[in-house]
C-alpha cells in the first residue's frame, strides 16, 4: 500500500495504541497472519507494549483460521487456499480442535460455530490502530458498535453501501494521513448517448485502501462526531467499529 507521511500533532500519541502503557515494541496493522507471503511493502506500523503485542497471537490466529476453515468448510490443513493456515492447522492440534468442535452439518449444510468475544476483541484491536496510524485518533475507549457478517450474507444494498468510499462532510485531525489521502472528484450526469446533462458540486471524499489484493482492505474515517474504521477480510467478512468522540 502506498504510504504517506503524517503530519498531525505528536502530542496526541503517547503510549501503547491499544491500552496506554508505556511503549515497548512496535506492531504492524494489520497483524500478517491476515495476509500472504511475499507481504506488502509499507505496513503500517504502531507503537504497543509487550502485553498487547503478544496477547493478542492466539486470538488473531484464531480468527484468520476460522475464516479459512469457514471457507472451504475443513479444517484438513491439506484443503487450505493460504500457506500460513495451512502451517498454523498442521502444527496446532489444539487449535483444529478448538474450531472443529463448532463444526455442524444440517440437511448437508456445515456450519461452523465461534468464539464472537474474541473475533470481537480482534476487530477491535485491528480498528484501533487503523485508527491511530490513519486518523491521528488515539486513546479511544470501548467502542459503541462492533459489527460483523459474511460478506455473502449481505443483499445488494448492503453490501453496496459498505463498499461505498465515505464522501467527507466534516474533517478529522488536519495533517493526519487519512486527510492527506481525501480525493476531490466531480460527478456527472450523462444521457443515454455520453452527452453532459448536468454537472454537480465536487465531493471530497475517503476511499478504501487495499493493503493486499484479496486479502485485506480497510477504510478509517473521522467525521460527524465518529471514528468508523470497515475492515474486509479475505473478500470473506465484512466489519466496522465504531467509537463516539
Known sequence: M????????????????????????????????????????NLPVVGSCKECNEGFSRDEQYVACLIEVVRVGSSDPSDMRRQLIAATLARSARLRALI??????????????????????????????H?????????????????????????????EAFDAPHVVETFGEIGSRAVSRMMVIQPTLTSSTGEMIQPF??????????VQENRYRFLAVDSGGHVVVSIAIGEYLAARVRWKK
Open 100 to 129: 472443529d468442535g463448532g463444526r455442524s452439518e444440517q440437511a448437508g449444510l456445515i456450519q461452523y460455530s465461534f468464539d464472537r468475544e474474541r473475533l470481537s476483541r480482534v476487530l477491535v484491536k485491528l480498528a484501533k490502530g
Open 201 to 210: 458540486p465536487p465531493l471530497v471524499i475517503s476511499d478504501w485502501l487495499d
Open 131 to 159: 485508527a491511530c496510524f490513519e486518523l491521528a485518533a488515539w486513546n479511544l475507549g470501548e467502542p459503541e458498535e462492533v459489527w460483523w457478517a459474511p460478506m455473502m450474507s449481505l443483499v445488494d444494498s448492503e453490501r
Open 2 to 41: 502506498d504510504q504517506v507521511k503524517d503530519y498531525s500533532d505528536e502530542r496526541l500519541f503517547s503510549g501503547c495504541v491499544y491500552c496506554g502503557m508505556a511503549v515497548e515494541t512496535r506492531e504492524h496493522v494489520p497483524s500478517k497472519v491476515f495476509l500472504d507471503i511475499p507481504y506488502p511493502e
